[in-house]
């Protein structure tokens, strides 16, 4: 959950809308501040920082460890060493890619307190993206890695007006197809401008001309009866039918009291595909997230240390002291600079010389608490519902299940059947056994799909708050201002450092800064 | 073009909402029938017509002729031979598919007094669908045959809202993307909205508490202002940035008055991802939609003659005598029965002996002229750009223009740089040289992609209307009530026999119906 939700916790954000009432929520909410920033209509993205290896000015040589090799850490080292800078990564987990984790057949998922072996098939097909699961078409800077790399990218179905709102608030216990969500609120919002346009009562200084033009416009956005009601759409889904008879509206439209009888979190679900980072067609790299983290893994080979767990960041006088715990030994590193990409749920823990404007805003961003389940399962909701890819949306604890947008028709899927995020459904969540998460996506899924527990062979899960290394989903917080110059040997990296939490791009931005903030740093 | 614009040519569509002004051109089109009809809800599509081969009740084999390997002739074929029935089909082309066709470097493409080669490199990623080019979801009949024979099937994004809109009418000459007509769209409509709703002016019983929901609903709607106005939103697209910046408004939002300014066919561009059988997402087989035919074709083998032209079509005392074309030589098939599959811009020009009122159904069908242009180039769209997939509308002769779905990133790719159809551009299209239909393509394409002369390596067209046993897109009539009986020995099908004119459903629902009416016929 990004963009306009951005810093709203799931539970906060139906309080205030509950408790406030609709349009004083709106004003409370406007103070919420889009996530997203990138390069559109920018071309190509820019990755000139000019930096050069040998000596500086001060006559040492360039010499950096990286903390973190999340996608932050991974483009500093990889652009480092484009530049001949002496770099070493360390990494504590035992494969790169931090919150971008692709979970497949056979892995050992960790956990604070659990460890669980996926127990999918072991096929190409078979993978779950438990942390990154989307790239929107303008974060030019990651697709740029993957066009260099080669990374082949597929559709990622964002929003399918086949899956379904579930929203027993609004609609009754019965889910009902986001087509038919969208029909009607098009209808009746048309209709009800219509009126008012026929009723002569419309606000300002329509011409006649004008009112006319209304009309028909409205008329075609809410595809109104010619005396401009709306009594339901083939839009919103047509009756069962083979072709061979002129075709018939399926259902009674939903009427504009449904509406009005919704909470402002349901209408965030009826416009998220709206929003310019979650529109209804993204992408995602063939096979999983992880071919990215792992295409720049590939290329940095012994720079990069796993199971490297730092335990300690100090400043000395020519730089920085790292210590480490490496499978029980202990270690150090010493550098003249330090690019510190650890996310600071975990940073705020590990004893540091840092200064106070720098420990308190590591103390002030707040993570929220993102988790997912996922199952193999035969796909049942291609064959038997005409779903393929997209999301369903749930006033449940389960919040969305994502279908998979590959390998229609080919053998069992994976079916994200949860994915939780915030406030306190997300540390509910994570306080669950695997059994329970499982049990709870079953029990809640069953009521969307009744054949969803028969169908499903095997399950996983991952809360980003109870794992090692993370201690959280991403930011909340708008990114402070000490983030932009570097606290002595120290440069601070990562996705909470930017107006991108949770984004890859955004970590690859602050790695930009980063290695901005190096240069000048390096040049006096 | 289907669905709510079936009917009604480009031109004429045009010329009503032109002539007759907004809301009388609504009451116009109030009587245009949606073509969209298949089976939702309905599970998996039933294939059970319980025919058997062996004697009928006459003592004779059943013995069929199908004329016409398009999708309707081979999926009757294909039933027929599962349940051991005798057939033959008479196929004019040498490939299968009909108006299924993918062109590929090396193809042959053959018009009425043209022949053209295809000059596009011979790669696997580098294919045209010249015809059918996406498959709904719901059209379960068709993406079963695909489950069955393992086809593999990918999204097809048929709206993609960083596409453009290209309206020298609305928005001046400037191309505009399509996030920031829609976010402008639902920005004024809610603005006008509420100040109806402030002002107190609403039409109806609206409760105060109803108000404030409604004023809460259109808040989120629109993106509007604390005080209920559209100022613009992040939706529309946002300013470069690198992410380290708060995310800033791209631009001013484009006015109202440009919406009135807009006639009923961008009208309708603006809505047609609501449509049922043009949702944002769509399916297509990797690598060109003729996977489909092909695979029918390998299955039937023997069965399936091309090359073979029919040239009459004879009423006999047992049955139909077909007499037929094979390079030259003269040959006849006899049968007791014909599923006749050949479109009836073909068909009525067939010496033939069908009564009156099948004579009258076919010379009333009324088909369009649809024909494309397609290039081999460089992907500059999405690395320049950042669009992948989708389609971009413009009020040109060249009315659209797609971007692939698949093979982001890899090389080049194949550009639809124009999708003509209906009424006089369409006929024109047809009549112009293979130069001057890339030539215009290419001058009206230059203002939307200043860069696309330069980077196009190949082109390629298709006119449909020009094309020997096609003669035309798709049919815009809706279908007698003659194709519902046989007549005699003769029975009728292919798409234009049904509601899903233009749709591979609805060519298979008609050969549903032709097995259908060929056991009634056999069984007496």
């Not at 990755?47 to 090799?69: E, P, Q, Y």
């Not at 009754?172 to 969208?182: D, I, K, L, Q």
């Not at 100090?314 to 330090?338: E, K, L, M, P, W």
């Amino acid at each position: 959950m990004k963009s306009e939700y951005h810093g709203v916790s799931r539970r906060e954000f139906l309080r205030t809308a509950r408790n406030l009432g609709g349009a004083v929520a709106a004003s409370v909410l406007g103070g919420v501040m889009p996530s997203m920033a990138s390069a559109e209509d920018s071309g190509t993205f820019r990755r000139g920082w000019g930096m050069h290896s040998g000596n500086n000015a001060n006559g040492s040589d360039v010499d950096v460890v990286i903390l973190g090799a999340g996608i932050t850490g991974l483009v500093a080292a990889y652009e480092l060493r484009q530049r001949g800078i002496n770099c070493l990564v360390l990494e504590a987990r035992n494969r790169p890619g931090g919150r971008v984790e692709t979970i497949r057949g056979g892995d050992l998922i960790e956990e604070l307190g659990k460890s669980t072996y996926c127990d999918f098939d072991r096929d190409e097909m078979l993978y779950f993206d438990a942390g990154a699961a989307r790239i929107p078409q303008h974060h030019v800077g990651i697709l740029s890695y993957c066009r260099e790399f080669g990374i082949p990218l597929d559709v990622l179905v964002n929003e399918n007006r086949g899956a379904y709102v579930h929203a027993p608030s609004a609609f009754g216990n019965t889910p009902v197809r986001n087509r038919a969500v969208h029909a009607s609120i098009r209808g009746n919002l048309a209709q009800l401008l219509a009126s008012s346009a026929l009723a002569g009562t419309l606000d300002g200084s329509f011409s006649d001309g004008e009112r006319q033009a209304l009309l028909a416009m409205l008329y075609q956005y809410g595809d109104l009866t010619d005396d401009f009601r709306f009594v339901g759409s083939t839009r919103g889904g047509i009756k069962p039918g083979t072709g061979l008879l002129a075709p018939k509206v399926a259902a009674s439209p939903l009427s504009f009291s449904n509406y009005l009888a919704t909470d402002a979190l349901l209408q965030y679900f009826f416009q998220i595909a709206e929003y310019y980072d979650q529109q209804a067609t993204m992408l995602h790299p063939r096979y999983g997230m992880d071919a990215i983290p792992r295409a720049f893994a590939d290329r940095l080979g012994h720079l990069l240390r796993y199971q490297h767990v730092v335990e300690e960041i100090r400043r000395t006088q020519s730089g920085v002291h790292i210590t480490f715990d490496n499978q029980g030994r202990r270690g150090s590193v010493t550098a003249n600079h330090a690019i510190i990409t650890l996310p600071a749920s975990v940073l705020r823990t590990i004893p540091n010389d840092f200064t106070a404007p720098v420990r308190s805003a590591l103390n002030d961003t707040h993570y929220t608490s993102a988790g997912k389940v996922a199952f193999q399962a035969r796909r049942f909701w291609e064959e038997e519902e005409q779903i393929y890819g997209g999301i369903t949306w749930t006033e449940q604890t389960i919040t969305q299940m994502w279908y998979p947008s590959s390998g229609f028709g080919a053998g069992d899927g994976v079916l994200v059947g949860a994915y939780v995020f915030g406030g306190e459904p997300g540390d509910e969540f994570a306080g669950l056994s695997e059994w329970d998460r499982q049990e709870l996506a079953l029990s809640q899924g069953e009521r969307i799909h009744p054949q969803l527990r028969s169908n499903v062979r095997s399950g996983i899960s991952r809360s980003w708050l109870n794992t090692p290394h993370s201690l959280g989903g991403w930011s909340e917080t708008p990114p402070s201002e000490v983030w932009n110059r570097p606290d002595g040997p120290f440069i601070f990296a990562g996705d909470y450092t930017t107006y991108m939490s949770g984004w890859q791009e955004g970590a690859l931005a602050s790695a930009q800064r980063a290695l901005h903030l190096l240069r000048e740093s390096v040049e006096g």
